[in-house]
């Protein structure tokens, strides 16, 4: 028998109307009956799009109002002690923070852009099944008429990604009996089956963990209503997997090559078998003809009982509907396919495999490809990705010219984007003011941040950024072969979403990116005036990119646009300039053994973007996330001058990273934690200074926020920046 099922699909509604309702819950304008009557109507159309899409197994508990790990923290009265006296709005105090109690930890979940909240499991923790939100909605859509498969996160991985304080193998004892009294409610309740999710199977597992899943799933109950669930690549272990008596297994097939070899190898017949055979990481429509041959194969070799063809991850990762493109070009919007589109493929596929006619065209892709491009690419020479000079000599020559004090003071780039500014970039958009309008409306706002710095006394200054919604969807819009999306929005955390463009073509820049803005800004100081560019890794990371040549390869298309950008900054008498590359652990392969091929070239594709300048002109790149430790070398490796990170979150840890690593550049690391609206104290900034003094020179240390400062407010970040000023200025001193 061959059916239809979804993974997940996106929570946030086809216009944000999650985000609507959960941001007016936090403003006081919505009380908790409307928002459990607004999310109920979002959840029923979700579910009933999926029937309406001829979707056999849709699942449900792959809704959150904020985060699914954080669902289920809860519902295992996983409340760490310092949340212990907060008895109203727990939830979003848990996410959120509240008063002085800081929130539970966010982090990039798996190699996506989403952020999941890290659960704390205390020691001694009183776990128990409290009220499960999984099977509140299971009961919601039964009584609407709806029969879904609950979807959790398993056992494995939902210990695996939490922050415990006693052994996994400990733990898992413990979790086990809660998981099975769950599942028992689930079953009272009606569930047939039961997905139960289990992403980190397919992280570097070791034996002894391989050996405490098999304990878990030995020991959980109804364990034959259970499909195990892997996604985002192939699994590690996957003949111990197969034999865990579950009742079926889901499978990606897109990202995971080596699970279709083993597949032809050998797979249970009385297990139920989920095949990953939709992109769920990508816009572009599946070919059908090459998937019905792969499914075809599998489920000859393999004649399981049930197959249910499902796309490789949930859909929560590409936009809801291409409906909403309304202006998007055509020729750009037959190839593409988001959810909704997504799961027309899956239907189609069905019945091209039940049937045995295939009903849509052959397609392929069909973008704009560019010679010029190709040749520069392949004609380019190790030189093109050297500095003239080496770190040392370039050093001397910058200090020359930029002439700056010990430990100077920068920002990362961005300042507030109020109201106003956000109606104005939509008045110039809807062609409602005029280009010359918008363009010194912009202006204004740089001579005024201009003002403000020269007033702070910092020492090297940015722009603002004021033009840029987005710092990669502002790349997207003004190089040929990105499109932009208008209703594209993806969840990146919370109630948080982003609109990736898509690489579509060819990367070519025709006009300039950024000159126009950065140079009228350094007209107004003396103080140098940072150029502010995306790096071509986190453009390629954050968007949506073409499948028919190698990530590399689009890499090093963006990085010699950016090339040219920059070489045209300095023509223009911009000194410094800073490259951005927030994303660039993010590409990070999730097994180690394909690490180093992504380093190499990513590194190097920072190295073609900022290589072709002066020795005299300083890079900078920026950073901003905790877990530095596994990068360094890399990060050496990009030979950018400067470099400034966070460091307030990760408590100084990051600081220790660097400890044994004879790393000889300067740093700044971020003392202002801009993702919190306190004000930080002189001697907290103070502290984390004199950390980093510790370990590195005190030529070497930059003063800085961790992060650039768009979301603050200007009542917050002018005394935070005064203090952070004033600190430099102590540590001169002494
Ligand atoms: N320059 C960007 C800004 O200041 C960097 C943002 C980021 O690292 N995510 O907003
Ligand atoms: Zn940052």
């Known amino acids: 028998m061959i059916l239809t099922g979804n993974i997940g699909f996106p929570t946030i509604g086809p216009h944000r109307e999650l985000k609507t309702v959960v941001e007016g819950v936090w403003r006081g304008e919505k009380n908790s009956d409307e928002m459990i009557k607004e999310t109920e109507e979002l959840l029923l159309m979700r579910t009933t799009l999926q029937r309406e899409k001829a979707i056999d197994f849709i699942p449900c508990g792959d809704f959150s109002l904020y985060d699914r790990m954080l669902d289920l923290a809860i519902s295992f009265n996983c409340i760490p002690k310092r949340f212990k006296d907060i008895k109203e709005n727990l939830y979003f105090s848990l996410a959120r923070g509240t008063k002085n109690i800081p929130p539970l930890k966010m982090v990039k979940w798996f ?58 193998t400990v733990l898992a004892e413990k979790i086990i009996p809660l998981y099975s009294s769950l599942l028992e409610k689930l079953k009272e309740a009606g569930a047939e089956w039961i997905s139960l999710e289990e992403p980190a199977l397919v992280l570097d597992i070791t034996e002894q963990e391989i050996k405490t899943v ?66 769920g990481r990508n816009v572009w429509k599946a070919n059908i003809k090459k998937t019905v041959d792969i499914v075809k194969k599998i489920i000859e070799k393999t004649n399981p009982s049930m197959c249910i063809l499902q796309p490789s991850t949930s859909l929560m990762f590409v936009p809801w509907s291409l409906e909403e493109e309304k202006s998007m070009p055509s020729e750009t919007k037959q ?3 988001f959810a909704v589109e997504k799961l027309d493929e899956l239907s189609i596929i069905k019945k091209a495999i039940v049937e045995g006619k295939i009903e849509q065209d052959e397609i392929g892709f069909a973008g704009i490809k560019k010679e010029n491009i190709k040749n520069r690419i392949i004609n380019l020479k190790e030189s093109n990705f050297q500095r003239s000079l080496p770190y040392k000599e370039r050093r001397k020559k910058q200090q020359r010219i930029l002439n700056l004090p010990l430990f100077p003071t920068t920002t990362i780039g961005s300042f507030p984007q109020d109201k106003i500014l956000r109606k104005t970039r939509k008045m110039y958009k809807d062609n409602l003011i005029t280009e010359e309008e918008y363009k010194s409306f912009i202006r204004k ?55 990736p463009p898509v690489i579509f073509g060819d990367i070519e820049r025709t006009k300039s990116l950024t000159k126009e803005e950065i140079v009228f800004a350094q007209s107004l100081t003396e103080k140098p005036v940072k150029g502010m560019l995306t790096g071509a890794v986190t453009i390629l990371n954050w968007s949506f ?56 070239w990513a590194t190097k594709a920072f190295r073609l973007a900022t290589s072709a ?43 220790h990273a660097f400890e044994n690593s004879n790393y000889e550049r300067e740093i700044g690391f971020g003392v202002y934690d801009i993702h919190s609206p306190r004000i930080p104290s002189q001697d907290e900034m103070l502290k984390i200074a004199n950390r980093a003094l510790r370990i590195l020179k005190k030529e070497q240390i930059w003063i800085n926020p961790d992060c650039g400062l ?5 009542k917050e970040i002018i005394p935070s920046l005064r203090n952070l000023v004033q600190v430099a200025s102590t540590l001169r001193e002494s």
């Open 710 to 714: 768009k979301t603050r407010n200007w």
């Open 111 to 168: 190699n996506t852009n989403y952020h999941y909240i890290v659960p704390e499991i205390e020691k001694n923790q009183n776990l128990e099944l409290k009220e499960s939100a999984v099977l509140k909605d299971f009961l919601f859509l039964k009584k609407e008429g709806f029969s879904c498969i609950p979807a959790i996160i398993g056992p494995f991985t939902f210990l695996k990604l939490s922050n415990i304080e006693e052994p996994l």
């Open 335 to 337: 190839l593409l396919a």
């Open 445 to 499: 706002k740089i001579a005024h941040v201009i003002g403000i710095q020269e007033g702070l006394g910092l020492d090297v200054f940015v722009h603002g950024e004021f033009e840029r919604s987005d710092m990669v969807e502002y790349f997207g819009e003004r190089l040929e072969g990105m499109i932009s999306t208008e209703n594209g929005w993806v969840l990146s955390y919370g109630t948080r979403c982003i609109r």
């Open 613 to 655: 300048v002066k020795a005299e002109t300083q890079i900078h790149t920026h950073m901003c996330y905790s877990e530095f430790g596994d990068i360094i070398e890399a990060i050496d490796a990009l030979d950018a001058d400067v470099i400034s990170i966070e460091a307030t979150r990760s408590k100084g840890e990051i600081i």
């Open 545 to 600: 990119s073409r499948e028919d040549i190698t990530r590399y390869e689009i890499a090093y298309q963006l990085a010699l646009a950016l090339r040219d950008e920059i070489k045209e900054l300095e023509e223009n008498g911009i000194k410094i300039i800073q490259v951005d590359e927030p994303a660039f652990r993010e590409g990070l392969p999730l097994k180690k053994e394909r690490r180093e091929e992504y380093l190499s």
């Open 214 to 279: 098999k304990k878990m799933y030995e020991k959980i109950k109804h364990s034959k209503s259970i499909i195990l669930q892997t996604y985002f690549e192939d699994i590690s272990f996957y003949n111990e997997i197969i034999k865990l008596p579950v009742g079926g297994i889901g499978l990606d097939v897109i990202n995971g090559k080596e699970n279709i070899n083993n597949l032809m190898k050998y797979f249970p017949k009385d297990k139920l078998l989920s095949l990953g055979v939709i992109n």
